[in-house]
């Protein structure tokens, strides 16, 4: 397992100008990280050849590993057809993108997963359908699809039903155990990650030990190297106040309980 960070986690900071892409790459690179997750928002809607070959270069010069991109905003769940077509056609950009960086994985979301499960029997077959569309497309160019189980409190079960029904090595899922309903949390964790390809260390408040206060990280982490990842864990500060010493504080809380 290997330790990565999403720009995400510094969103506020990239909004208000206060950090560039570049600054986020130094930031990595000085505090240990080895690989970096980008959030699309944070880069060109559609990225140019030099965009690309810059980027490549940055990161090649600091020992970074592209870890995947997390394209956002696009859902599959919608009753409107042209909406679903245009959201695949985005996905499948992102997914030529992804190869263009010589990276192999592009995060993903079902849709809006709560109305996914409220509407299970509606919308499930419009978002395998859509995912089918993605996946030969993605199978042509060698990335992997990872499924982020999003928004908070939604239950992931109709994400993990899609993957086994598709049984592709092509479609894997991002676990977010932020993101998971507490009373089911540690279940659906060990269940998600078994079919993990990147996941993320989702944080929000810190305890005067250093201990996030919401997730108890050595069950987490326990679970996690059980279930045989291999792949970045992401850092995902979300909480309130300094963007930077939040991400520290994670950082320190999974290296705590990585070797252990």
Same mark, same amino acid.
């Given at each position: 397992?290997?330790?990565?960070?999403?720009?995400?986690?510094?969103?506020?900071?990239?909004?208000?100008?206060?950090?560039?892409?570049?600054?986020?790459?130094?930031?990595?690179?000085?505090?240990?990280?080895?690989?970096?997750?980008?959030?699309?928002?944070?880069?060109?809607?559609?990225?140019?050849?030099?965009?690309?070959?810059?980027?490549?270069?940055?990161?090649?010069?600091? %020992?970074? &590993? !592209?870890?995947? +991109?997390?394209?956002? #905003?696009?859902?599959?769940?919608? @009753?409107?057809?042209?909406?679903?077509?245009?959201?695949?056609?985005?996905?499948?950009?992102?997914?030529?993108?992804?190869?263009?960086?010589?990276?192999?994985?592009?995060?993903?979301?079902?849709?809006?997963?709560?109305?996914?499960?409220?509407?299970?029997?509606?919308?499930?077959?419009?978002?395998?359908?859509?995912?089918?569309?993605?996946?030969?497309?993605?199978?042509?160019?060698?990335?992997?699809?990872?499924?982020?189980?999003?928004?908070?409190?939604?239950?992931? %079960?109709? &994400? !993990?039903?899609? +993957?086994?029904?598709? #049984?592709?090595?092509?479609?894997? @899922?991002?676990?977010?155990?932020?993101?998971?309903?507490?009373?089911?949390?540690?279940?659906?964790?060990?269940?998600?990650?078994?079919?993990?390809?990147?996941?993320?260390?989702?944080?929000?408040?810190?305890?005067?030990?250093?201990?996030?206060?919401?997730?108890?990280?050595?069950?987490?982490?326990?679970?996690?190297?059980?279930?045989?990842?291999?792949?970045?864990?992401?850092?995902?500060?979300?909480?309130?106040?300094?963007?930077?010493?939040?991400?520290?504080?994670?950082?320190?809380?999974?290296?705590?309980?990585?070797?252990?």
């Amino acid at each position: 397992m290997r330790i990565g960070c999403t720009s995400f986690s510094f969103d506020r900071d990239m909004n208000e100008g206060k950090m560039t892409l570049g600054d986020f790459f130094e930031f990595c690179h000085g505090e240990g990280i080895e690989g970096v997750e980008l959030w699309d928002l944070h880069l060109p809607e559609k990225p140019s050849e030099a965009f690309i070959d810059n980027t490549k270069r940055a990161l090649e010069a600091l %020992e970074l &590993v !592209l870890a995947t +991109i997390a394209v956002n #905003n696009h859902e599959f769940t919608s @009753t409107d057809a042209e909406e679903r077509a245009h959201d695949v056609a985005k996905v499948k950009r992102w997914i030529d993108v992804v190869a263009a960086l010589d990276c192999s994985i592009l995060r993903v979301l079902p849709g809006e997963l709560k109305i996914l499960n409220t509407y299970r029997a509606e919308r499930y077959p419009l978002v395998r359908a859509a995912f089918e569309e993605c996946l030969e497309h993605a199978q042509a160019r060698g990335v992997t699809l990872a499924v982020e189980n999003c928004p908070r409190e939604a239950y992931p %079960e109709a &994400v !993990l039903d899609l +993957i086994r029904e598709l #049984n592709t090595p092509y479609l894997r @899922t991002c676990p977010d155990i932020g993101n998971l309903p507490q009373a089911v949390r540690y279940q659906a964790w060990q269940e998600y990650a078994s079919y993990a390809v990147h996941a993320h260390a989702k944080a929000f408040d810190f305890d005067d030990q250093g201990e996030e206060t919401t997730i108890d990280y050595s069950r987490m982490m326990t679970i996690l190297k059980g279930s045989g990842f291999e792949g970045f864990l992401a850092i995902e500060f979300e909480g309130d106040g300094d963007e930077a010493m939040g991400v520290r504080k994670s950082l320190a809380l999974v290296r705590r309980y990585l070797d252990t």
